[in-house]
């Protein structure tokens, strides 16, 4: 009992141990949830687990094990940077798009640097709503981005420039299935339609309810990536969804969604959930 005693006889125990401890614990358990139900999780643990032994070995002065614990370490850091670098672009990106104080200073940001968000008004949220009220009850499928403060350049690119007004007469037209530009995403910046068929990127979370489809996924999607606003209608239920900072929210009105779109428009966040 002494001698297994004696091994840890190097800790030293005092008030700031015990805050860098808790301060550790809490940041791991953060990234656990951060991670959880993705397959990073089991690569976290394994990377703890190694830890773990890294400061085993430093304490107990094994030289040779520490200095390959060191290098396996330091390699290892380097290749999950590589292969989790879209994770970890979307982790930040959600952590700042939820944070009150980084919304605040990227709006200063913003002003400084004569940067403005077009805005949508009336007229365009109530031509949105009124196309996605009829778009659910023919059970068209409908996917619409609207840009706020983020650049969605690449996103348009990928598709069919249009650059028209928004109109509840053309969105329909855009998405009827026989449409050649139905299969996609509508990007509204301000009052504008500006293209269409348009590529979104997909998220890689794996708790996403089986009900939703591909438009669900591809929403959630560009909204963790970007401060967009996106409305959903599926095409096997008309249901109607609206999406934002990664948080799917189903439409039980019509009013309801305007007062969603008005409030992204403001720069307030929604209450949905996922």
């Known amino acids: 009992m002494t001698t297994v005693l004696g091994i840890f006889s190097f800790l030293h125990l005092d008030i ?6 808790v301060m550790v614990a809490v940041i791991i ?7 959880r139900g993705s397959s990073a999780k089991n690569i ?14 430093n304490a107990l002065g094994m030289k040779m094990m520490s200095a390959f614990m060191n290098t396996l370490l330091d390699l290892g850091v380097l ?9 970890i672009r979307h982790g930040l990106n959600r952590i700042g798009s939820n944070s009150a104080l980084f919304r605040r200073g990227e709006r200063l940001i913003g002003r400084i ?9 009336t007229t365009a949220v109530n ?14 499928g409908a996917l619409i981005v609207i840009s706020h403060q983020n650049s969605l350049e690449p996103v348009i690119e990928s598709g069919d420039k249009i650059d028209a007004n928004v109109s509840r007469r053309l969105l329909r037209n855009l998405f009827f299935k026989n449409s050649p530009l139905h299969d996609g995403a509508v990007i509204i910046t301000g009052n504008r339609i500006v293209a269409a068929r348009c590529t979104l990127p997909m998220t890689t979370r794996t708790d996403i309810p089986a009900s939703f489809g591909m438009r669900h996924k591809a929403a959630i999607g560009i909204t963790e990536e970007t401060d967009a606003s996106v409305v959903v209608v599926s095409e096997e239920t008309g249901g109607i969804s609206f999406v934002r900072r990664g948080e799917l929210q ?21 209450g949905g959930a996922a």
Do not use: C, H
């Open 29 to 35: 358990f953060l990234v656990f949830r951060w991670i």
């Open 79 to 87: 290749a999950l940077l590589i292969i989790f670098q879209p994770e």
């Open 16 to 21: 700031v141990d015990v805050l860098d401890i």
């Open 250 to 270: 189903q439409i039980g009105n019509l009013n309801e969604l305007k007062l969603l779109l008005g409030a992204a428009e403001d720069g307030k966040d929604n």
């Open 127 to 140: 031509e949105i709503t009124e196309a996605v009220r009829m778009m659910s009850r023919d059970y068209t």
């Open 113 to 121: 640097l004569g940067v403005k968000a077009a805005k949508m008004d």
């Open 44 to 57: 976290f643990v394994a990377v703890i687990l190694l830890l773990v032994i890294q400061a085993v070995v």
